[in-house]
């Protein structure tokens, strides 16, 4: 056989064991867009709950340090 009777051999051999797999390439692009909007929403989520988080512990933070200012005042004014 020669060089080009085995490559033509090879090649559909492969397209027969292969033809399951086959993905449009419109298709094959769309999912990785979608997957793409996936981990974009997921960085923006991730975010959100970490601003959320430190807005939190801020707000707490605020709270306890004006409440030892009264209870201190408290103390001082008596």
Do not use: P
Not at 22 to 27: A, F, V
Not at 47 to 73: D, E, H, P, Q, R
């Amino acid at each position: 056989m020669d060089h080009e009777t085995i490559k033509k051999a090879v090649t559909e051999a492969m397209q027969d064991q292969m033809k399951d797999f086959y993905i449009e390439r419109e298709k094959h692009y769309q999912h990785h867009e979608f997957i793409s909007g996936l981990i974009e929403w997921r960085n923006s989520w991730k975010s959100t709950v970490m601003k959320a988080v430190a807005n939190t512990i801020y707000a707490v933070a605020v709270a306890l340090l004006l409440m030892g200012f009264i209870v201190w005042g408290k103390s001082v004014l008596k």
